[in-house]
């Protein structure tokens, strides 16, 4: 399965600031994912990321708010912006399987926590 | 994707054998069967997937009934480090192009 490299691991936050999470893949993937998980809570996908077109954004999930780059095929990146103490939650990125008998494969996470 | 329904959480001795179900009485005949389990403060973890038949890995087994309504995840001979939220996931085949729908999971406790 492929190994992602997702950074930072954590961190905690001003409010009103924002925070950029990198996604790194060992290999050409066409689509990322970018999920969100709240306290207690199952994951929720957040947008669909293309390398070269504009994220693909789940419902209750904005631009202007989750910005996403996809710079490459390998590369990705989740902004939050203007952040509250809502957006504290962890936030992980996910590729596709590679062959028939493998999973998604997910990053390890980032938990961010806002003050 | 179908609706998955599991039991919210579960203890389970460790040594002893981890049986845990999951329905989706609405799975259509193109989706397969899907578990991942998120171990605390990591991402979650492909275990194994079925269609029909019984499937074994070195991870675990999929039992899957023969009306596909219902299935059940066992872990053979539970360890502490099994001790994770285990999620049912139905859809259609590996498609790296579509994303994981989660519901809530079941959160297993392995006990000493």
């Known amino acids: 399965s492929a190994v992602i490299s997702q950074k930072p691991s954590r961190d905690i936050c001003q409010r009103g600031t924002s925070l950029t999470i990198q996604c790194q893949v060992d290999s050409q993937v066409t689509m990322m994912f970018w999920y969100r998980q709240q306290p207690g809570q199952s994951l929720t996908l957040i947008a669909t990321a293309n390398q070269g077109s504009e994220a693909t954004y789940e419902s209750g999930f904005v631009i202007d708010k989750f910005p996403i780059s996809r710079p490459n095929l390998t590369f990705s990146t989740l902004t939050v912006s203007n952040m509250s103490p809502e957006d504290s939650s962890i936030y992980l990125c996910?590729?596709?399987?590679?062959?028939?008998?493998?999973?998604?494969?997910f990053g390890s996470g980032t938990r961010l926590t806002v003050v | 994707d179908a609706k998955t329904t599991q039991p919210p959480s579960m203890d389970c001795a460790e040594g002893r054998a981890a049986n845990l179900p999951c329905n989706h009485s609405t799975i259509s005949g193109n989706e397969y069967v899907y578990w991942y389990r998120q171990i605390h403060s990591q991402g979650p973890q492909y275990i194994i997937h079925?269609?029909?038949n019984n499937e074994t890995n070195e991870m675990a087994s999929l039992i899957i009934t023969e009306d596909r309504k219902s299935s059940t995840l066992i872990l053979p001979h539970a360890t502490l480090r099994d001790t994770a939220v285990y999620y049912c996931?139905?859809?259609?085949?590996?498609?790296?192009?579509?994303?994981?729908?989660f519901g809530g999971g079941t959160r297993l406790m392995v006990k000493p």
């Open positions: 996931i139905v859809r259609p085949h590996n498609n790296a192009g579509n994303m994981l729908t």
């Open positions: 079925g269609l029909k």
């Open positions: 996910s590729v596709g399987p590679r062959g028939q008998n493998y999973g998604y494969t």
